[in-house]
């Protein structure tokens, strides 16, 4: 969907926004107590300052400035960027009120009024496969129950839970830590493209901005800003996890932690987290016990296989397995059905999506 052309008081905002003295504080005083930039060349210095005192050698700076942003203003519509202005009436009303809003956001496809109901789920970038089965499990039901998936587009946790949200025909939110136009992690190219046809890969930094460690802390409030709460499915101890849990707490959001192995150290993060008084979850319900206000009284949580219809073998096979690993051999002795037969059943199901191999032979059933 080609957006529309952004308009001649949004690019200039953008210029503003990009001399090196004006930062987003600034910015955002300027646009909320001005609301047109070019009320800043039609005024002299002394009639502005009226309005805002200490603004003076910025105002300066702006009228003087030579900044060309043609070039700019190509590469957004090269890349298809809408822009969003605080001062816009599209600008999402949960970011407006967190307190510190971006005074502009870029966007590539768009926000819908359904994304007023979001979770964002979060964790390790190097999760484990339990990890990874929570966030797929979570994200799944979230989904169902009507929910936008918001998370930071991050590797491990914030990958699977974006992917789950498109598998299962749901929206999702991604928040970077970059330029809309820098891709990071690099291997997610394909992903940050299912996004944007899926929802929306939103960013408060200009064109071009690289990853760098300082911009994720900013880009947390805005994963925490845009949900009603947030799942934390695993974090070690010094994980940038809980920058987004401060966040969260100075807006007023849930938190939610997934209990994990006290041996693991991406579990240490989220159990020290439940002993500080996140709420400690196992199913979605646990999350809508906090919204009793959203809960859908038709909705009946399901497992997979009563979605998805099995014949009687292979629901004998699909029972016999664990949410943890076990060998080909235990699922035959627990059966007493024939290797070869156990076999095809196993490959049938993995192809429904019910269970997934593992190296080794070892087979686990997909907490979805």
Do not use: C
Not at 222 to 245: D, H, K, P
Not at 253 to 259: G, T
Not at 338 to 350: A, N
């Amino acid at each position: 969907m080609k957006v529309p052309e952004i308009d001649e008081r949004t690019i200039e905002w953008i210029k503003i926004s990009l001399l090196e003295s004006i930062g987003e504080k600034r910015l955002r005083t300027l646009m909320l107590t001005l609301k047109d930039p070019f009320f800043i060349y039609e005024k002299d210095i002394y009639e502005l300052i009226t309005l805002l005192p200490k603004f003076k050698k910025i105002f300066k700076q702006i009228k003087e400035s030579k900044i060309d942003i043609t070039d700019y203003k190509k590469r957004l519509q090269d890349y298809n960027v809408d822009v969003l202005t605080i001062l816009d009436q599209e600008y999402p009303n949960v970011l407006r009120d967190i307190g510190n809003p971006p005074p502009i956001l870029y966007i590539r496809g768009g926000f819908k009024k359904e994304d007023d109901l979001a979770v964002s789920i979060i964790g390790s970038r190097t999760a484990s496969y339990y990890g990874k089965q929570i966030a797929e499990k979570f994200s799944h039901s979230l989904v169902n129950m009507g929910f936008t998936i918001v998370s930071g587009m991050a590797r491990g946790i914030d990958t699977v839970a974006h992917q789950t949200a498109i598998n299962k025909g749901g929206r999702t939110v991604a928040f970077l830590g970059s330029g809309i136009d820098v891709v990071y992690p690099r291997e997610n190219k394909k992903l940050y493209q299912e996004i944007i046809e899926n929802g929306a890969v939103v960013s408060e930094f200009p064109l071009g901005t690289e990853p760098v460690a300082v911009n994720f802390p900013q880009r947390n409030r805005l994963i925490s800003g845009m949900s009603l709460g947030i799942v934390v499915v695993e974090a070690t101890l010094q994980s940038g996890t809980f920058i987004t849990v401060k966040w969260a707490l100075e807006q007023g959001k849930e938190v939610f932690a997934v209990p994990g192995d006290t041996r693991r150290k991406t579990s240490m993060g989220t159990n020290k987290l439940i002993q500080q008084g996140a709420k400690l979850i196992v199913d979605v319900e646990d999350i809508l016990e906090e919204f009793p206000f959203l809960k859908r009284k038709d909705f009946v949580p399901t497992s997979p296989a009563e979605e998805i219809e099995l014949s009687t073998v292979e629901k004998k096979v699909f029972d016999s397995m664990r949410e943890s690993p076990l060998l080909i051999d235990d699922i035959i002795e627990t059966t007493n059905l024939p290797s070869s037969k156990v076999s095809s059943i196993l490959l049938s199901l993995e192809i429904k999506g019910l269970i997934q191999q593992l190296p080794g032979k070892r087979f686990v059933k997909r907490q979805v």
